[in-house]
C-alpha cells in the first residue's frame, strides 16, 4: 500500500506550477517526434488513398509499396523466435553447489509465472514492433492489487456476494505516444547520466470507473477526493488523441498490396472512393485523461527531495491523489529498449 504525500507548507502548489510548465513544454517538443512516428504508422500501412502527385510530371503514379512492413514483419518474427523458442523464457543457474537444488524449482516457477501471469509473448510482440517502426519500445512493471465486490456462488448454489482479489505482478507496453518526459532528459531514472527528473505517462480512464475508483477504497489507496473527481469530470475528453485518431483512420482505410491487375484491368489495390475512412462513426467513450506522473520533488521544502507518484489533471491543474514511491527498489518502473540506440533517449 502506498503511503499518501505528506506536502510541506506551500510545496503542492509548488509542484503544481512546476509540473505544469514542465508537462506544457515537453508536449511542445515533442510535436514533431509525434508527427513522424503518425507517418510511420502511414508507412508500415501502406493506404492505398494517396494525393494526387504532381512531381516529376501532373498524375504520377501514386502507389505506395509495403517496403517497411516487409522489413519490420521478418524482423519482429526474427526477434520473437529468438527469445521465445525456449520452452522456458528464463534460464537459470546456481552460483553455488548451495543452490543447486533450487535452481530447477525456481526455473520452473518462472515459466509458470510467464505462462499463466505475466504472458511475456503477448507483450513482448508489442513492444517488439513499435520497437521496430518508431525505434522506441517501453514495458512498464510492478504489482497490481485490486479488491472489488462481485456476485458468485455458494456452496449450495445460490447467488451471494463476494470479493474478487487481484494480487499479482504486471508487465505491459507503453506506447510510446503515451509516455512523456523532458526533452533535455536522455534517461528514465533519475540518478543515471541525463535522468530525467520527471517521467509521465498517459492515462485515459472511463468517466464511469474513474467515478467508481473515487468511491473504492481497496484498489486505490489512499482515497480519491471525492470533490476533486467530481469536478474533473465536468472536463471529459472530447476526441481521442491524434495517435488514436491516426490508428482508427489507417484501421479503416484500404491498404496497398502489390498492384496486380483484375480481369478488367483495374488494379485492386487502388482506392476509388471519394475519402479515406476517418472512424467518423466510432462510438467515442468518455474518458478523463491524467497524467501518472513519477517525479523527484522536495516535498518538504529543501530539506528534502522524495520520489512521488502522482495522477496530475492538466486541464484543472488539480492533483487526483500523490503517494510516494511504493517499491522498495525505489526506482521508477520503466525499462526502454531501443532498435538502435541514438545520442538522446530515444531510437533510432
Not at 503518425?38 to 504532381?54: H, V
Not at 522456458?88 to 543457474?93: F, R
Not at 543447486?100 to 526455473?107: D, E, G, H, S
Not at 520520489?307 to 522498495?328: C, F, G, S
Request: charged residues 25%.
Amino acid at each position: 500500500m502506498a503511503d499518501r504525500v505528506e506536502w510541506g507548507r506551500g510545496r503542492e502548489a509548488a509542484f503544481v506550477e512546476w509540473i505544469d510548465a514542465e508537462l506544457r513544454d515537453a508536449q511542445q517538443a515533442r510535436l514533431g517526434l509525434d508527427r513522424q512516428h503518425r507517418d510511420y504508422l502511414e508507412q508500415y500501412r501502406a493506404p492505398a488513398k494517396q494525393p494526387r502527385r504532381t512531381f516529376p510530371y501532373e498524375d504520377a503514379a501514386n502507389y505506395v509499396l509495403p517496403v517497411t512492413a516487409t522489413a519490420a514483419d521478418q524482423l519482429n518474427a526474427k526477434f520473437l523466435q529468438t527469445v521465445h523458442a525456449p520452452e522456458n523464457l528464463w534460464t537459470v543457474h546456481p552460483l553455488n553447489e548451495g543452490w543447486t537444488n533450487a535452481a530447477k524449482p525456481l526455473q520452473d516457477w518462472l515459466t509458470f509465472l510467464d505462462l499463466n501471469l505475466l504472458r511475456m509473448y503477448r507483450v513482448n510482440k508489442r513492444v517488439f514492433r513499435e520497437m521496430l517502426l518508431l525505434g522506441t519500445g517501453i514495458y512498464k512493471h510492478g504489482w497490481l492489487y485490486e479488491r472489488r465486490p462481485i456476485w458468485t456462488y455458494d456452496e449450495d448454489g445460490r447467488r451471494v456476494r463476494g470479493d474478487r482479489v487481484a494480487s499479482l505482478p504486471f508487465v505491459d507496453g507503453v506506447r510510446c505516444s503515451d509516455f512523456l518526459m523532458p526533452a533535455y532528459s536522455y534517461a528514465v531514472q533519475p540518478d543515471d547520466q541525463g535522468g530525467a527528473p520527471w517521467v509521465a505517462e498517459r492515462l485515459r480512464i472511463p468517466t464511469a470507473r474513474f467515478l467508481w475508483l473515487a468511491d473504492a477504497q481497496a484498489p486505490v489507496q489512499p482515497v480519491i477526493d471525492k470533490q476533486t473527481a467530481a469536478f474533473i469530470t465536468r472536463f471529459e475528453e472530447p476526441e481521442k488523441p491524434e495517435h488514436d485518431t491516426k490508428i482508427q483512420q489507417l484501421d479503416f482505410e484500404k491498404r496497398s498490396t502489390s498492384g496486380f491487375a483484375t480481369k478488367d484491368g483495374d488494379a485492386f489495390d487502388k482506392d476509388t472512393s471519394d475519402a479515406a475512412g476517418q472512424g467518423a462513426t466510432l462510438h467515442r467513450p468518455k474518458e478523463i485523461e491524467l497524467w501518472e506522473v513519477h517525479a523527484r520533488f522536495p516535498t518538504q521544502g529543501n530539506s528534502s527531495e522524495d520520489d512521488i507518484v502522482v495522477w496530475y489533471h492538466q486541464p484543472t491543474r488539480r492533483v487526483v491523489r500523490a503517494t510516494y514511491n511504493p517499491y522498495h527498489h525505489n526506482t521508477r518502473p520503466y525499462e526502454v529498449v531501443r532498435y538502435s540506440p541514438g545520442d538522446g533517449f530515444w531510437g533510432i
